[in-house]
């Protein structure tokens, strides 16, 4: 059964960090290009960093970049959103979602990624 969890969020001071981790079943992280959004109240759903199947390369939105790192652990079937410097206009709820087609580059569209995770609440505040 396709399912992915994610979980590593919380409660950070303006400056912290986070680990959020997207652990996957019924399928390899590896062949998928794997998002994550995010979802604030009042607010759409944007896309924030993105990695490609197979490794070849990554996509980070211009308010996390030099902030966020991306990364996966085929072994693990996981996919890791590294959080630096938070920020309290970071405070969201985050998905990480699976590509509908394998061996792709990164695509941003929400309506690309057909499988979801239930989500992460973070949130920065002093």
């Known amino acids: 059964q396709l399912q992915l969890v994610e979980s590593g969020g919380g409660l950070v001071q303006p400056g912290g960090s986070l680990r959020l981790s997207c652990a996957a079943s019924g399928f390899s992280v590896g062949f998928y290009a794997i998002a994550w959004f995010r979802q604030a109240p009042g607010k759409e759903r944007e896309a924030v960093s993105c990695i490609s199947s197979t490794n070849r390369g990554a996509y980070y939105a211009d308010s996390v970049k030099g902030r966020f790192t991306v990364s996966r652990d085929n072994a693990k079937n996981t996919v890791y959103l590294q959080m630096n410097s938070l920020k309290p206009e970071d405070t969201a709820v985050y998905y990480c979602?699976?590509?509908?087609?394998?061996?792709?580059?990164?695509?941003?569209?929400?309506?690309?990624?057909?499988?979801w995770g239930q989500g992460a609440q973070v949130t920065v505040s002093s």
């Open positions: 979602a699976r590509d509908r087609q394998r061996f792709r580059l990164c695509v941003l569209r929400s309506t690309d990624y057909d499988d």
